[in-house]
C-alpha cells in the first residue's frame, strides 16, 4: 500500500507478481524478455485499475499519455545473449583483429586524418544528400591527385 512519498512497487520473484503502490496485481507481459543484454521481467496494470487511480498523477510520468502503470525489473545480465560491444571487444582481441586494426591504421585513418586536418573537412558545407556526396568525392579527388604528384607521378 501506498503510506506517502514515492509510491513503490513491490513484485515477488518467485511468484512473479507485481503489487503497484495503490494495491493493484500488475499483470506479466513480458516475463523472459531482454532490454540492453539484460534479462528483466515485464509488468503492467490494467486500465480498469490505473484510469480511476487517485495515485495515478504521483505513479506514472505522464498520465495524460500513459494508459496505465508499466514496470521492468532487471534480473542481471541475459545468459547466453552477449553485447554487441562484448562481441566486438572480442573480434578485435582476436590474432586477426589486431592485424585488420593494423592494417586499418595504416591504410584508411591517414586518409581521413589528411581530409580532416589538412584539407580542413570537419564538417559537409552543403546540404543535402547529392550535395554532400559531391563534395566528399571532391575532397577524395584532391587527395588521390596529391598521393600522384607526391610519388612522382606529376608530369
Known sequence: MYRGGEPQTAW????????????KRLYGNGGHCTING??????QG???????CELRTRCLRTPEKTATRQVAFFLGKALGRESH???MKRRIDSAQGRR????????VEPVFGNTRNN??????????????DGQ????????????LAHHGYAG
Request: a positive charge; glycine letters at 4%.
Open 12 to 23: 515477488h520473484l518467485e511468484h512473479k507478481t507485481c503489487i503497484c503502490p495503490a494495491g
Open 85 to 87: 560491444t562484448d562481441r
Open 46 to 52: 490494467a486500465k480498469q485499475d490505473c484510469v480511476p
Open 136 to 147: 566528399w568525392k571532391l575532397y577524395c579527388l584532391v587527395h588521390n591527385i596529391e598521393k
Open 100 to 107: 585488420m586494426i593494423t592494417w586499418r591504421f595504416a591504410t
Open 119 to 132: 584539407k580542413r573537412l570537419d564538417r559537409f558545407t552543403l546540404r543535402g544528400r547529392k550535395k554532400v
Open 38 to 43: 539484460f534479462a528483466a521481467m515485464k509488468f
